[in-house]
Nanobody, 115 residues
């Protein structure tokens, strides 16, 4: 069984930075994709950034130039470096993994950006 555990969410002032982490465990294919999604109250869950096992990345337009997604040296560890945070970045951030045609989600971590 695959498990994803996120950490790093916090309350931060606008202009500040946070680093989210996600640790994946279980039976995971070496050919996988991981990503970060976020969901604000009353809104749908949207892609923030994704990275393939080969290192290819893509970002939502709203975070390009501010956020950086990366994989750690430990297999199946995922990070999201968030800089120049804005109040509109406030949301629950979810780690996502696609492996062997299955999709897995973490429990989410709250990021709140105050103005």
């Amino acid at each position: 069984q695959v498990q994803l555990v996120e950490s790093g969410g916090d309350l931060v002032q606008a202009g500040g930075s946070l680093r989210l982490s996600c640790a994946a465990s279980g039976s995971i294919s070496s050919n996988n994709a991981m990503g970060w999604y976020r969901q604000a109250p009353g809104k749908q869950r949207d892609l923030v950034a994704a990275i393939s096992s080969g290192g290819r990345t893509n970002y939502a337009d709203s975070v390009k130039g501010r956020f950086t997604i990366s994989r750690g040296n430990a297999k199946n560890t995922l990070y999201l470096q968030m800089n120049s945070l804005k109040p509109e970045d406030t949301a629950v951030y979810y780690c996502n993994l696609v492996s062997d045609y299955r999709t897995y989600w973490g429990q989410g971590t709250q990021v709140t950006v105050s103005s």
